[in-house]
C-alpha cells in the first residue's frame, strides 16, 4: 500500500512567528548591559540599513559581529544569556495568530518546520513553545568550549532556506516522501521558499515581497498584534 508524502508546513521566524527580529533586539541588550562594544552595535546597525534597502550584505557578517561578544566566555555561558534573552524579551512576542496557524497544521497532521537564520540556542527555546517538530537555523562554530564568532555552515536565509530543509526533509523521509504543503513568510528574501510551497503566504510584508505576492497570486495575512487596517485576505498559489 502506498505511503503518502508528509506534508511540511515551513515558518519564517524573525517578523513571521515573531514580532520583531530577534538579531536586533538581542544586539540592544547586549549594549544596554554592555556585554557588546558600541563598535560592534553600529556595525549591526549598518549591516541592518543595509539589509532594509536590499543592498548587498554577507548574511553570516551580523552574526559574527553579534557572536563576538560571546568569545570571552565559554559556550555554555552565552547559550544561557541567550535562553534568557528569549524568556524575557521574545517569548511575549510569538504572535497568537501564528500559534493559532500552527496548531490547526498540526490538528491536519502537517510537520512544522521553523526555517530561520536566528540562533540554535534561541530557537530550542521557541521549540518548547510552539507545535512545531523541527527546527534549521544559524549555527556558530565552538572550539574548546567557546564560540569562535565564525558561522558553521551558511545561515538558512534566501535560498539556502529551501536548500536546507529540502537536505534535511530527503533523509528524515526518505521513505514516505515529503511535499512543501505551506510556506509563511515576512521578508522578500522569502520568497524562494514561498514559491516552492502549494500554498504560499506572506505574513505582514515587506514591499518587495508583498509585490511579489501580489504578483504570483500567494496569500497576504496581517498577523499583528494590533492590525492597522492593513492587508487580511488569504490565497493560493
Known amino acids: 500500500m502506498p505511503v503518502e508524502p508528509v506534508c511540511i508546513v515551513a515558518f519564517d521566524f524573525d517578523g513571521t512567528l515573531l ?17 557588546i562594544p558600541l563598535s560592534v552595535a553600529f556595525k549591526t546597525l549598518w549591516w541592518a540599513v543595509r539589509y532594509k534597502l536590499r543592498l548587498p550584505v554577507e548574511q553570516a557578517r551580523v552574526r559574527e559581529y553579534i557572536f563576538s561578544a560571546f568569545t570571552h566566555i565559554s559556550a555554555a555561558e552565552a547559550n544561557k544569556i541567550m535562553s534568557d534573552f528569549y524568556q524575557e524579551d521574545l ?23 521553523l526555517v530561520s537564520a536566528s540562533f540554535l540556542p534561541i530557537l530550542r ?34 535560498e539556502q532556506k529551501l536548500i536546507q530543509l529540502a537536505a534535511w526533509a530527503d533523509v528524515a523521509f526518505a521513505d514516505s516522501g515529503w511535499t512543501l504543503g505551506f510556506a509563511y513568510g515576512d521578508h522578500r528574501s522569502d520568497a524562494a521558499l514561498l514559491a ?10 515587506d514591499s518587495g515581497l508583498e509585490r511579489i505576492a501580489r504578483r504570483e497570486g500567494w496569500g497576504i495575512v496581517d498577523w499583528s498584534f494590533r492590525p492597522t487596517g492593513g492587508h487580511s485576505r488569504e490565497g493560493r498559489r
Open 91 to 113: 517569548r511575549h512576542r510569538l504572535r497568537p495568530k501564528a500559534l493559532a496557524t500552527i496548531h490547526a497544521h498540526k490538528q491536519a497532521g502537517d510537520t512544522i518546520v
Open 19 to 35: 514580532e520583531g527580529l530577534s538579531p536586533v533586539r538581542m544586539m540592544r541588550r547586549l549594549l544596554r548591559r554592555r556585554i
Open 125 to 158: 527555546e521557541v521549540i518548547k513553545d510552539v507545535e512545531a517538530d523541527r527546527y534549521i537555523c544559524t549555527e556558530m562554530e565552538v572550539e574548546d568550549g567557546h564560540y569562535t564568532s565564525n558561522v558553521a555552515h551558511p545561515p538558512p536565509e534566501g
Open 196 to 205: 516552492a510551497a502549494a500554498t504560499a503566504v506572506a505574513v505582514n510584508p
